[in-house]
């Protein structure tokens, strides 16, 4: 059964972390990737990471403070989130990219399954 499923979103202060888990049953073979959408605004690319692992991509935005990693046998990809800003607040969700052309380029109209998101609110 195709099926993505996000968690792991909550309230954290600036400076925390997180770490989101998405179930992606089924789509093991795929790049899988995680955007994000702000208040107001479009979705936007955060990190990508191939079906074996093996390449991983990061919008300038989160390098160095955000970690995206897959477990196959298990089905999970998870994003692991440190130095979370306020402008990292928004609904995270976690989309497969079928045909190997989006997730890596953020191209977001390009990705072929999405979950429903999981909020992620970094606030004092």
């Known amino acids: 059964q195709l099926q993505l499923v996000e968690s792991g979103g909550g309230l954290v202060q600036p400076g925390g972390s997180l770490r989101l888990s998405c179930a992606a049953s089924?789509?093991?073979?795929?790049?899988i990737g995680w955007f994000r959408q702000a208040p107001g605004k479009g979705r936007e690319g955060v990190s990508c990471i191939s079906s074996s692992g093996g390449s991983t991509n990061y919008a300038d935005s989160v390098k160095g403070r955000f970690t995206i990693s897959r477990d196959n046998a298990k089905s999970m990809v998870y994003l692991q989130m440190n130095s979370l800003q306020p402008e990292d607040t928004a609904v995270y969700y976690c989309g497969v990219d079928a045909y190997g052309s989006s997730c890596m380029r953020f191209v977001e109209s390009g990705m072929d399954y999405w979950g429903k998101g999981t909020l992620v609110t970094v606030s004092s």
């Open positions: 089924g789509f093991t073979l795929y790049d």
